[in-house]
């Protein structure tokens, strides 16, 4: 499975973005799909999964309430929906999806396949 993570940019603090990650191989809708961020001088953490049907959705706390996950079977894509942006959301965002769990985790060592990275960047 290939990821494509695209959609991010520079955005003022209150603002959105979309993210998208585009996938090309493998059963797609067999996986669970992730987002993680990661911040410079600082290590990976999750934001949020969806489960292989798109029913059960799960996110961190810094970003409930704010930040929603989506998924395109018929697409092979999943979508990050960010909004009322702060500062402390810059990062490096990357999608994954899990071929071993279908169910979803906010573990980075479920996830098998992983995308390269969109920044993004919210100023104040």
């Known amino acids: 499975v290939q990821l494509q993570a695209s959609g991010g940019g520079l955005v003022q603090a209150g603002g959105s973005l979309r993210l998208s990650c585009a996938a090309s191989g493998g059963s797609f809708k067999d996986y669970a799909l992730g987002w993680f961020r990661q911040a410079p001088g600082k290590e990976r953490e999750f934001v949020a999964f969806?489960?292989?049907?798109?029913?059960?959705?799960h996110y961190a706390d810094s970003v409930k309430g704010r930040f929603t996950i989506s998924r395109d079977n018929a697409k092979n894509t999943v979508y990050l929906q960010m909004d009322s942006l702060k500062p402390e959301d810059t990062a490096v965002y990357y999608c994954?999806?899990?071929?071993?769990?279908?169910?979803?985790?906010?573990?980075?060592?479920?996830?098998?396949?992983w995308g390269q990275g969109t920044l993004v960047t919210v100023s104040s």
């Open positions: 969806i489960n292989w049907s798109g029913s059960r959705m």
């Open positions: 994954a999806a899990s071929g071993r769990t279908g169910w979803g985790s906010t573990r980075r060592e479920e996830y098998d396949y």
